[in-house]
C-alpha cells in the first residue's frame, strides 16, 4: 500500500491514541474493587491479550516511523535542494533564530534611567534595531516558505507500507 507521508502522520497519530484508550481502558480494569460478603464483577480485561494489542500498534508504528524515516532522509524539497529531514532542522533553527531576534528588536537604540544615587545612565544598543526589525521578517518569510514545502512534500512524498 503506498501512502503519502502526511497519510502517514495520521496513521501513526491514530494508532497512538488507541494506544492511550488501551492504556485508560486497562487503568480501570486492571483491578476489581469489592466489600467484603459481595460477589465480585470482574470487568473484561486480558492481561495477556492487552499486551499483545499493544504490541501489534507499536510494531505498525515502528513499521510506518521507519518508512516515514528513510522518506524523510532521502526525498528532496525541490526550492530548498534539501531533504525533508534537513528541512526540518532547518525549520527548528530559523524558529530559534527568529525567537533570537525578537528580543533584539524589541530594544530602542538608546535608553536612559536615573541609577540609585542619582546618576543619569544611558543604556545603548550596540546594533541597529531596525536591521533586526528586517532581518526577523526576512526569517519569518523563510520559515513560512519552508513550512510550506514540508507541507508540500509530506503531500507528494510517498512511501510503501
Request: charged share 35%; hydrophobic share 35%; aromatic share 8%.
Given at each position: 500500500?503506498?501512502?503519502?507521508?502526511?497519510?502517514?502522520?495520521?496513521?501513526?497519530?491514530?494508532?497512538?491514541?488507541?494506544?492511550?484508550?488501551?492504556?485508560?481502558?486497562?487503568?480501570?480494569?486492571?483491578?476489581?474493587?469489592?466489600?467484603?460478603?459481595?460477589?465480585?464483577?470482574?470487568?473484561?480485561?486480558?492481561?495477556?491479550?492487552?499486551?499483545?494489542?499493544?504490541?501489534?500498534?507499536?510494531?505498525?508504528?515502528?513499521?510506518?516511523?521507519?518508512?516515514?524515516?528513510?522518506?524523510?532522509?532521502?526525498?528532496?524539497?525541490?526550492?530548498?535542494?534539501?531533504?525533508?529531514?534537513?528541512?526540518?532542522?532547518?525549520?527548528?533553527?530559523?524558529?530559534?533564530?527568529?525567537?533570537?531576534?525578537?528580543?533584539?528588536?524589541?530594544?530602542?537604540?538608546?535608553?536612559?534611567?536615573?541609577?540609585?544615587?542619582?546618576?543619569?545612565?544611558?543604556?545603548?544598543?550596540?546594533?541597529?534595531?531596525?536591521q533586526?526589525?528586517?532581518?526577523?521578517?526576512?526569517?519569518?518569510?523563510?520559515?513560512?516558505?519552508?513550512?510550506?514545502?514540508i507541507?508540500?512534500?509530506?503531500?507528494?512524498?510517498?512511501?510503501?507500507?
Amino acid at each position: 500500500m503506498r501512502i503519502c507521508n502526511a497519510e502517514a502522520m495520521k496513521m501513526i497519530k491514530s494508532f497512538e491514541e488507541d494506544l492511550e484508550r488501551i492504556k485508560i481502558n486497562e487503568e480501570l480494569n486492571a483491578v476489581s474493587s469489592y466489600k467484603e460478603g459481595e460477589d465480585k464483577i470482574l470487568p473484561n480485561y486480558d492481561y495477556a491479550e492487552t499486551r499483545q494489542e499493544k504490541e501489534k500498534i507499536n510494531a505498525e508504528i515502528r513499521k510506518i516511523k521507519h518508512a516515514l524515516s528513510v522518506a524523510n532522509s532521502t526525498y528532496k524539497i525541490n526550492y530548498f535542494d534539501i531533504t525533508i529531514g534537513e528541512a526540518l532542522v532547518y525549520l527548528a533553527q530559523l524558529n530559534k533564530e527568529y525567537s533570537d531576534l525578537e528580543n533584539l528588536a524589541n530594544r530602542r537604540k538608546i535608553t536612559r534611567h536615573i541609577t540609585p544615587n542619582g546618576v543619569l545612565e544611558y543604556i545603548e544598543c550596540n546594533y541597529d534595531p531596525e536591521q533586526v526589525k528586517k532581518d526577523r521578517k526576512e526569517i519569518y518569510t523563510k520559515i513560512c516558505r519552508l513550512q510550506v514545502a514540508i507541507d508540500r512534500a509530506n503531500l507528494d512524498c510517498e512511501i510503501e507500507l
